[in-house]
Structures are given as C-alpha cells and as structure tokens.
C-alpha cells in the first residue's frame, strides 16, 4: 500500500503564494507520475500539474505561469508552489501518485485564496 501525506495548505490573500508538499511512502515501486489535483465545491477534480518519472510537466491552462510542480525524488516528495493566487483557485487539492500497479490519493488540504 501506498500512503500520500499533503500538507502546506491554508487561507491566503489574492496575489498571494502557498507551497504544497506531498511525501509518499510504502510500497512505491516504481513511481510513473505524480501530481496534484483540485476539487472545489460543486465541480468535478481536475487535473492541476503533473510530473512524469521522467520529469515531464504538464499543467492546467489556468495556472500555467503562476504555479511550479517540481519533485525530490530521494524523499518520494512532490511539491506545488502557487504563486499569484487567485480567488477561483480556491479549492481541496488532492496528490496523486501513479505506479505500475495502480494510482493513489493523498486526502486532500484545503487551499482558501479570499480577502
């Protein structure tokens, strides 16, 4: 079994930064992607930045510019630094980690960006 731990979320200004961190441990094997992921109240969880095992990064078209995925790989640990936070950025962000046997969820941190 695989266990993802978030942390790094909370309230935050318009404009502001936050960094998220997601450590996994367990049974990783071979980790094909991580990423993260949102979900605000009454929309479906999209897909906000990924990262390949090979370093790839994909991002939402909305965040492109404001927010980094990045990763150390020695501790299993992803990172998202948003910066230039908006409101509708406000949202539950979820990790996710995808390896050759299945794809797993962190439980989620709050993020708030309001004034």
């Known amino acids: 079994q695989v266990q993802l731990v978030e942390s790094g979320g909370g309230l935050v200004q318009p404009g502001g930064s936050l960094r998220l961190s997601c450590a996994a441990s367990g049974s990783i094997f071979s980790i094909n992607a991580m990423g993260w992921y949102r979900q605000a109240p009454g929309k479906q969880r999209e897909l906000v930045a990924v990262i390949t095992s090979g370093g790839r990064k994909n991002y939402l078209d909305s965040v492109k510019g404001r927010f980094t995925i990045s990763r150390d790989s020695a501790k299993n640990t992803v990172y998202l630094q948003m910066n230039s936070l908006k409101p509708e950025d406000t949202a539950v962000y979820y990790c996710?980690?995808?390896?050759?046997?299945?794809?797993?969820w962190g439980q989620g941190t709050q993020v708030t960006v309001s004034s």
């Open positions: 996710n980690l995808v390896n050759q046997r299945n794809g797993y």
